[in-house]
């Protein structure tokens, strides 16, 4: 009952529900809720009273509890209303010990728990209170938008505890107005863009997406799920702002929660419902989607927080230029999670692994490992320290066909410098470009890391990397370039510790990660990431960079070449061979096909030289522009825009 996972108080409002329709779970109910004061008054398991946060809980499931049994007839005996009484008992004895405590807890979700619990009390149950100060909702208010982004992020950088502020927030909105009061329009806004986050970050599916530590023990104890509410905040989102975007999917259980606190009222499904209106890029919070309808995926690139954000790091994770894949909605490329908060718990000191570190390295987590160090420096006892000047500069630059995130590392240790961009193609595939700063490759280990979800089976061929489903054909690939060794695959694996993931937390199970190491003379790596089964004999037949971040990929496969250019400081000559290729602009993504053809992007540009190939455009004027040349497009439609033009496809 009183262990650390999902709902452990969620019995009460599930056994006072039951009442409703079997008047003997009563009975069961008043024994557990007497054996539950017999053991809290022995005083012998601090779990009983072990923070603010899990006595506010139980009170939230006694409240619920006491409001499903309110519904039945009155019956005067001890299992009618002397189990309301005996609910409202504990929950005296729950806001006995909250009240002097309130505002005590560490300043992370503790301590916003605490300023929303004084604002509940203070406007649901006065008369339990031994004051009521005037000042509860303004503490609280100020608390939230302290501890959270404009953009909808928050400053511990953990989806979990990202839930915790958008349910108390969602809470706040709903009951001011059962209340009569006029909710702080601030909030108001704020708690818009956390549940626009939570939708974003979930995706259609409401499928969590755990960056951070997770203990999967959220706020409102009303549903059967584990722990993780995403469909209800999706509905909560919804009721309260947006009901365009598409409903939770019918077989998310978290969705009965938002059913019990709007009052019933989810609103119906709109026919043609898009998630258009929702936001892809979260700068502060260092959050960016790129999903591809054609490809039914969607890729999550996890910068890092930004300069100006404010950060408590205590439950972060070294999960910097990390990436997350999905494929229709099935996790394919995951978080590892967490597993415990303890770094030597009696439970696994003897294996001599301090699995509370691992999960939380750069070791557990799909990016670049360096020397064994931290890029967020590491950790005092069982948590980070609160404080950490690391961040992420990012520029990021988006059209319909062609769009990219370019991240750079800023930090105290051997991380700084580190550079990931993703480039996406829509349609085709993402690119991913990794540089490390010369210098840091003299010692020790240096790898890039992909983990696997427990049920994607891994095959591999020299450098390409085939992922599929348990028992499914592959659906997706991963390319790499020559710079990198080929992939060593590691599966529950103590030495090399790697390939394992916690889906719950206290669980640890094998799963595969693929490990790429970098050569000693390397100081950039190249990926493709694709889900078209044509290419599956991909390769990345050239890997350039220049001084100034520049570099030249070309992807090669099924009977055609992918040249692809990326400058973010400016216009670069490249030559290959014999042959020259000038393009004046950012990017780039010229398609050549053996039989004769050619398809065209470019991002930011105007002009592209490649007389080899009979290639010679420029624009008209000197500002930039986006471009798309496919096989449907007519030369005479584009000879206005352009000063010359020869294209020989």
């Known amino acids: 009952m009183y262990a650390k996972r999902p709902h452990r108080f969620s019995f009460v409002p599930r056994h006072a529900w039951a009442c409703l329709e079997w008047p003997g779970a009563a009975t069961t109910l008043r024994g557990m809720l007497e054996s539950w004061m017999r053991h809290a008054e022995e005083g012998s398991n601090s779990l009983c009273y072990d923070s603010n946060l899990g006595v506010f809980q139980r009170l939230l499931a006694l409240l619920w509890g006491w409001a499903f049994l309110a519904a039945r007839s009155p019956v005067e005996n001890a299992d009618g209303l002397g189990l309301e009484w005996l609910i409202w008992r504990l929950i005296e004895a729950d806001v006995r010990y909250l009240e002097p405590l309130l505002g005590d807890s560490f300043p992370n979700n503790h301590l916003l728990a605490d300023r929303f619990a004084a604002w509940f009390l203070a406007t649901l149950l006065p008369e339990m209170l031994d004051e009521c100060p005037s000042d509860v909702e303004q503490r609280w208010c100020e608390e939230l938008l302290a501890q959270t982004y404009p953009d909808g992020g928050s400053f511990e950088h953990s989806s979990h505890y990202h839930e915790f502020a958008s349910e108390m927030s969602a809470a706040y909105l709903v009951l001011a107005g059962c209340n009569g009061l006029k909710p702080d329009p601030a909030v108001r806004k704020r708690t818009r863009a956390l549940l626009a986050y939570q939708c974003a970050l979930t995706g259609p599916e409401a499928e969590p997406l755990p960056i951070g530590n997770a203990a999967e023990d959220t706020l409102f104890p009303l549903d059967g799920g584990e722990g993780w509410c995403s469909g209800s905040l999706r509905e909560f989102y919804r009721g309260l702002f947006d009901a365009g975007i598409p409903p939770t999917p019918r077989d998310d259980q978290s969705a009965l929660r938002a059913f019990w606190l709007l009052g019933g009222q989810l609103p119906w499904p709109e026919e043609g419902g898009t998630t258009d209106s929702l936001p892809t890029d979260f700068p502060q919070a260092g959050l960016y989607i790129m999903s591809d309808d054609h490809l039914e995926s969607r890729l999550v690139f996890r910068t890092g927080p930004s300069p100006e954000s404010r950060i408590a790091a205590g439950h972060m994770h070294a999960d910097l230029l990390a990436i997350y894949l999905q494929l229709r909605g099935l996790p394919l490329l995951v978080d590892s999670g967490t597993f415990s908060y303890r770094g030597r718990d009696a439970v696994w000191k003897q294996e001599g692994h301090?699995?509370?570190?691992?999960?939380?390295?750069?070791?557990?987590?799909?990016?670049?490992?360096?020397?064994?160090?931290?890029?967020?420096?590491?950790?005092?006892?069982?948590?980070?320290?609160?404080?950490?000047?690391?961040?992420?500069?990012?520029?990021?630059?988006?059209?319909?066909?062609?769009?990219?995130?370019?991240?750079?590392?800023?930090?105290?240790?051997?991380?700084?410098?580190?550079?990931?961009?993703?480039?996406?193609?829509?349609?085709?595939?993402?690119?991913?470009?990794?540089?490390?700063?010369?210098?840091?490759?003299?010692?020790?280990?240096?790898?890039?890391?992909?983990?696997?979800?427990?049920?994607?089976?891994?095959?591999?061929?020299?450098?390409?990397?085939?992922?599929?489903?348990?028992?499914?054909?592959?659906?997706?690939?991963?390319?790499?370039?020559?710079?990198?060794?080929?992939?060593?695959?590691?599966?529950?694996?103590?030495?090399?510790?790697?390939?394992?993931?916690?889906?719950?937390?206290?669980?640890?199970?094998?799963?595969?990660?693929?490990?790429?190491?970098?050569?000693?003379?390397?100081?950039?790596?190249?990926?493709?990431?694709?889900?078209?089964?044509?290419?599956?004999?991909?390769?990345?037949?050239?890997?350039?960079?220049?001084?100034?971040?520049?570099?030249?990929?070309?992807?090669?496969?099924?009977?055609?070449?992918?040249?692809?250019?990326?400058?973010?400081?400016?216009?670069?000559?490249?030559?290959?061979?014999?042959?020259?290729?000038?393009?004046?602009?950012?990017?780039?993504?010229?398609?050549?096909?053996?039989?004769?053809?050619?398809?065209?992007?470019?991002?930011?540009?105007?002009?592209?030289?490649?007389?080899?190939?009979?290639?010679?455009?420029?624009?008209?004027?000197?500002?930039?522009?986006?471009?798309?040349?496919?096989?449907?497009?007519?030369?005479?439609?584009?000879?206005?825009?352009?000063?010359?033009?020869?294209?020989?496809?």
């Open 354 to 649: 301090n699995w509370r570190r691992y999960f939380a390295s750069p070791s557990a987590h799909n990016g670049l490992v360096l020397e064994g160090e931290d890029p967020l420096g590491g950790f005092s006892g069982d948590f980070r320290p609160r404080e950490t000047s690391t961040c992420a500069i990012v520029t990021r630059a988006s059209s319909d066909l062609l769009s990219y995130v370019d991240s750079r590392i800023r930090s105290s240790n051997v991380y700084d410098g580190v550079r990931r961009a993703v480039i996406h193609v829509s349609g085709e595939y993402w690119l991913i470009l990794d540089s490390i700063p010369g210098g840091k490759h003299q010692c020790g280990e240096r790898w890039f890391g992909f983990q696997c979800a427990a049920n994607v089976e891994v095959t591999i061929e020299k450098r390409n990397v085939a992922l599929g489903l348990s028992g499914k054909p592959p659906e997706a690939w991963i390319v790499s370039c020559e710079r990198l060794h080929a992939p060593q695959l590691l599966r529950g694996s103590y030495d090399p510790l790697g390939g394992w993931i916690a889906p719950r937390y206290g669980e640890r199970v094998a799963a595969s990660q693929l490990r790429y190491q970098i050569g000693p003379d390397a100081d950039n790596g190249a990926f493709v990431i694709h889900m078209n089964g044509q290419l599956t004999d991909a390769v990345i037949r050239h890997s350039v960079a220049s001084n100034d971040d520049a570099q030249l990929i070309v992807v090669e496969g099924h009977g055609m070449r992918d040249w692809l250019v990326y400058q973010p400081k400016g216009s670069a000559v490249w030559d290959i061979g014999e042959e020259r290729l000038q393009f004046k602009g950012r990017l780039l993504w010229l398609r050549l096909y053996e039989r004769g053809g050619a398809l065209l992007r470019w991002q930011s540009g105007t002009a592209l030289t490649w007389m080899n190939r009979g290639i010679d455009v420029h624009i008209k004027g000197p500002e930039p522009v986006d471009l798309s040349i496919d096989r449907a497009t007519a030369g005479r439609e584009l000879e206005s825009l352009f000063s010359r033009f020869q294209w020989p496809f």
